[in-house]
């Protein structure tokens, strides 16, 4: 069992309880032990695209941290959380509503590279403590500014009446580390109002797309039927974006050895190893020398 599940995360489900779902469904199949993991959190509120990695493919799931993400999301104006969602107390009204125009016209100053607070209600680190337990604790927390990338940001829908709009959705494909809450919050503000998330839906993250997710359902009835297999990608499912390097039998043990190899001519940069149709190790190319940056253990099959 190596490869990626996709879940289509429900609301109201945390990503650490998802893992866990799919643990389940694992031991109903009769999988036995596996190991699982994910890749890239997704608040409870949120939705959609969760990759949960299973054997070995939980080595790459660093690797989904760090790719980029697509959200829909809504905000509404005219109110803020101090969670910049719905699950927390309004901590600021507005009677302003932005027009349409305005909401358009401000949009561009939040694509490309950007700088913005992270929520104080997150998972950040400050003096050693997570951000959201010092806020639950009264305590003030004063969360530093980090450097993101909105690559696109779009309009997607708007609700209203006459030319004020009471909440519009937004489309955004944005950089690792870029917080939706924190987005909605500085557009409002932009637009000389308030406003917070009330639907938060990921419909991509790194090559897994909307289309390729299951629901929880699914998965368990694939349990049931013990079927789970028929829902996995493949390991190398997360590695589209990374060319093949073919290497032969004795170098692809070599590399498992964690051996350096010369003599192969590729592109200067990262490269999949691959033993036939065995993925080795995730490599990197530099001056005619080929070096493991992650190993998969992983064996072809005896012939019986």
């Known amino acids: 069992m190596h490869g990626w599940i996709i879940l289509d995360k429900p609301n109201g489900l945390g990503s650490t309880q998802a893992v866990g779902a799919v643990k389940r469904a694992l031991r109903e199949s009769g999988a036995g032990k ?11 509120l949120a939705e959609g695209v969760l990759p949960i990695a299973l054997g070995e ?12 993400k697509i959200y829909d999301f809504t905000v509404a104006f005219g109110t803020q959380t101090d969670t910049l ?13 932005p027009t349409l125009d305005a909401v358009q016209a401000v949009l561009p100053r939040f694509t490309g590279p950007i700088e913005q607070a992270p929520p104080v209600y997150s998972a950040i680190k400050v003096d050693g403590q997570r951000a959201y ?24 829908a708007s609700t209203g009446t006459g030319e004020a709009v009471e909440s519009v959705t937004l489309s955004a494909h944005v950089s690792k580390g870029t917080y939706i809450r924190s987005l909605a919050r500085d557009i409002a503000l932009a637009l000389g109002t ?34 789970i297999g028929s829902l996995m990608l493949p390991l190398t499912a997360g590695l589209d974006d990374i060319p093949a390097l073919p290497v032969s039998l004795q170098d ?10 010369l003599g192969y001519e590729a592109a200067t ?12 190790a995730l490599v990197e190319m ?19």
Request: no cysteine; glycine share 10%.
């Open 85 to 97: 969602d719905l699950e927390g107390p309004v901590i600021a009204t507005s009677d302003h509503r």
């Open 57 to 68: 493919a939980t080595k790459l799931a660093g690797r989904m941290l760090d790719s980029d």
């Open 194 to 227: 308030v406003g917070h998330v009330t639907m938060l839906r990921r419909t991509k993250a790194g090559p897994f797309t909307l289309d390729m997710a299951i629901s929880l359902d699914k998965l368990r009835q694939a349990a049931n039927e013990r079927a």
């Open 269 to 280: 940069g990262l490269h999949l190893a691959i033993d036939g149709d065995i993925p080795v």
């Open 34 to 44: 596996v190991k699982v993991g994910h890749g890239g959190t997704l608040d409870p």
């Open 133 to 156: 337990d010092r806020a639950r604790a009264g305590e003030a927390v004063e969360m530093k500014l980090r450097a993101v990338t909105i690559h696109a940001l779009g309009l997607a």
């Open 252 to 261: 692809a043990q070599a590399l498992r050895q964690g051996r350096v190899l």
């Open 286 to 304: 530099q001056d005619g020398e080929i070096r493991v940056v992650r190993g998969f253990n992983l064996m072809p099959k005896e012939d019986e």
